[in-house]
């Protein structure tokens, strides 16, 4: 990445990916804010219906006159995404050449699991770009449920639900802390691991961190049927160093 264009080529806007949290539009932080407001072309991942959670975090923060470019995702195993991203780029590039900065919203934090990646590895070998980091949903809802994840030289893993059955096991299983994203109908085979593992009592579900529909479950209150995408499972450290103590 670089923050200015090369001397021999003409001025070009400049790309910002910037995270908005997890979902509490006050966890944005300050340069993000200053960011969003100041950029006159807001681009944002959307479903097919134009809803998009991206949008919804800073929709009380843009602007009438900014310019909005929806990017929209299939938001399905069974379709790739990236003409999806093929096309954003394209229009998001034609800005940047007309000289105007591009704010990319991404829910959580940019280079971890976000959709603005996808745009980075098209764009930031072209254009000035700067990603500002944003408060991942992994921490928030390790945060919101009151776990501490790690202490000391714990090891922790964030997995995929999507991962295949023995490698899912396997990564939790050599693991002393673990966040488990992607749930939806993944949930079951999640639980099952957990229950063979012993780290059921341990597990918490958490499910739109921040947000006031949040929810904080034991793993066996919950219903595989009903576990939206934006869900996880925080499994804290059993390494408290004060249990050590009083032992």
């Not at 100041?38 to 998009?52: H, I």
């Amino acid at each position: 990445m670089s923050d200015r264009p090369a001397l021999d080529q003409p001025s070009t806007g400049k790309l910002y990916g910037i995270g908005v949290g997890p979902g509490d539009p006050e966890l944005l932080t300050l340069k993000a804010h200053r960011l969003l407001t100041a950029a006159s072309v807001v681009a944002y991942p959307a479903a097919a219906d134009g809803e998009s959670v991206a949008r919804a975090i800073v929709a009380d923060f843009l602007r009438p006159e900014q310019l909005e470019v929806p990017i929209i995702l299939p938001f399905s195993p069974r379709q790739s995404a990236q003409p999806s991203y093929d096309r954003g780029a394209a229009e998001i590039a034609s800005h940047l050449q007309g000289g105007r900065d591009v704010v990319v919203l991404c829910e959580g934090e940019p280079m971890l699991y976000g959709s603005f990646m996808y745009l980075l590895d098209r764009l930031a070998d072209r254009f000035p770009t700067e990603v500002v980091p944003g408060i991942s949903s992994t921490l928030a809802a390790a945060a919101v449920a009151g776990l501490p994840l790690t202490y000391r030289q714990d090891v922790l893993t964030i997995a995929p639900a999507t991962l295949d059955r023995s490698t899912l096991r396997d990564r939790l299983a050599h693991s002393d802390a673990a966040v488990i994203i992607k749930l939806g109908r993944h949930f079951a085979k999640v639980r099952s691991i957990l229950t063979e593992l012993g780290l059921l009592e341990r597990a918490r579900y958490v499910e739109r961190a921040t947000l006031p529909t949040q929810q904080i479950r034991p793993i066996g209150a919950i219903d595989p049927a009903h576990v939206p995408y934006w869900s996880l499972i925080v499994i804290p450290s059993a390494n408290n160093p004060r249990d050590r103590q009083e032992a």
